[in-house]
């Protein structure tokens, strides 16, 4: 986990370097591309911290999630025992276990810390699903945690916001200059264009964040199987895309819930998961090893 953090943050010190060397070129000031930047980045991060500081509250909050503080029936020992059993093999602090009520076969995880996380079950999981089926996809959501699944994707979401607002006003300036020619300061034109290239580059900034939640979801899938055995995984997705409903997960925790994605086209590069064929698909193809929930490999 630490290695990956270091690795994604000196990939983006390289490419915010790589974008000053290019500006100078270009003329822009650097003091102003300076306070830009950093302008960018509270506004870029901040959001997207908060929101991950929070998530575990929100979560229970928009979902009505009810932590299991004392197990009260055979039932909730059972996802408790599950939940540490997993949590233990993953070499993670125990999370804390919650149902909410919902009527189709969902679970999700979150919070920012993976020894302080959350793991939560639908009632329509409990419902539909086996003993086996529901072990799966426990051992889903725990490899999520493992994995730092949330925290990478709020820094990545991060670094999105932040690129998206700086080269949208870097290019707003650029366009600006051109066509009121020398007018000192930005014109009115200039707030339109950083207010439309903002639209157009957070489209492609959701896309990439899209790709890396899709990602993240095969990892999952393979962590599932180390933990609770790759037929039960497989047997839990094909449970999944027999029952394929519409999530009524709230939008702040729908991207870490376990149902699979529909989508063709340009849809396809807005989908948060992965076609449940591909997921199964990838499963029955794919090696697996004690490294998968540690790295998240599907190779």
Known sequence: ????????????????????????????????????????ALFGFGGSIVSLLMSKWVAKTFTGAQ?????????????????????????????????????????????ANRNHALVAVSTGLLRAMDRDEAEAVLGHEVSHV????????????????TFVIVLARIVGR??????????????????????????????????????FSRHREFRAD??????????????ALERLAQTYGASTLPKQVAAFGISGGVGRGVQRLLMSHPPLDERIAALRNAPLDGRAVREGVVA
């Open 146 to 161: 493992a994995n730092g699944d949330m925290v990478t994707m709020a820094l990545l979401q991060g670094v999105l916001n």
């Open 67 to 111: 932590v299991i503080e004392t197990p009260r029936n055979e039932g909730e020992q059972w996802l408790v025992a599950t939940v540490r059993r997993h949590a233990e093999k993953a070499g993670i602090g125990m999370p804390d276990v919650a149902v909410y009520d919902a009527p189709e076969i969902n679970a999700f995880a979150t919070g």
């Open 222 to 235: 393979a962590g599932g199987a180390t933990l609770a055995g790759r037929d039960k995984m497989i047997a």
């Open 1 to 40: 986990m630490l290695k990956r953090l270091v690795l994604f943050l000196l990939t983006n010190l390289a490419v915010l370097a790589l974008v000053s060397v290019v500006m100078s070129l270009l003329g822009v000031n650097a003091s102003q591309f300076g306070g830009l930047l950093v302008m960018a």
């Open 174 to 211: 650029v366009v600006d200059g051109f066509l009121g020619g020398n007018r000192e300061g930005p014109g009115f034109g200039y707030y339109i264009i950083v207010f439309v290239l903002e639209m157009v580059f957070g489209l492609f900034a959701s896309m990439i964040a899209m790709w």
